[in-house]
């Protein structure tokens, strides 16, 4: 009866903890017809150690990340990732602005833009972002918010 109490628990407490990250990191995307931007936004401190030492990453309270990809549909309806560029900056409550310095990074197939900027616990913070796929003329912009707290 125990044993049974505690693998009960321990399933409760393994719940509770994917809620909690998923309050904290936001995902999301916005179609363009052809083109898809995928974006998520996460505290630092949720890389692991290696990960961010990998990818020149800062794992710091107060430092957020936010990650950018550029899809494409495929003939056969299925996505794939594509290169180009991405720029972009996000401003707080109070309206401070600060660029985001977006670097590509490609992993096998897989390519996707990401940036580091600080924010304060419990702060608002909106992103604009302009993607712009390769060889394809127009600007994917979108605007998305989120607030992050420090754990």
């Known amino acids: 009866m125990i044993a049974k109490n505690i693998s009960v628990f321990r399933n409760m407490l393994t719940a509770m903890l994917i809620g909690l990250i998923s309050i904290q990191a936001q995902a999301g995307s916005k179609d363009f017809g052809d083109y898809t931007v995928l974006w998520s936004v996460l505290p630092s401190t949720f890389l692991a150690p290696e990960v961010a030492k990998a990818n020149n990453l800062q794992r710091s309270k107060g430092i957020g990340i936010v990650n950018i990809s550029i899809m494409k549909e495929n003939d056969d309806g299925t996505m794939s990732p594509v290169s180009g560029q991405v720029?972009?900056?996000?401003?707080?409550?109070?309206?401070?602005?600060?660029?985001?310095?977006?670097?590509?990074?490609?992993?096998g197939d897989s390519v996707y833009f990401i940036a580091e900027y600080q924010y304060s616990s419990g702060e608002l913070m909106t992103f604009n972002v302009t993607a712009r796929a390769a060889g394809y003329p127009q600007d994917l912009a979108i605007r998305f918010a989120h607030t992050l707290f420090s754990d």
């Open 87 to 107: 720029e972009g900056q996000v401003s707080n409550d109070i309206q401070q602005v600060r660029f985001l310095a977006f670097r590509r990074i490609q992993e």
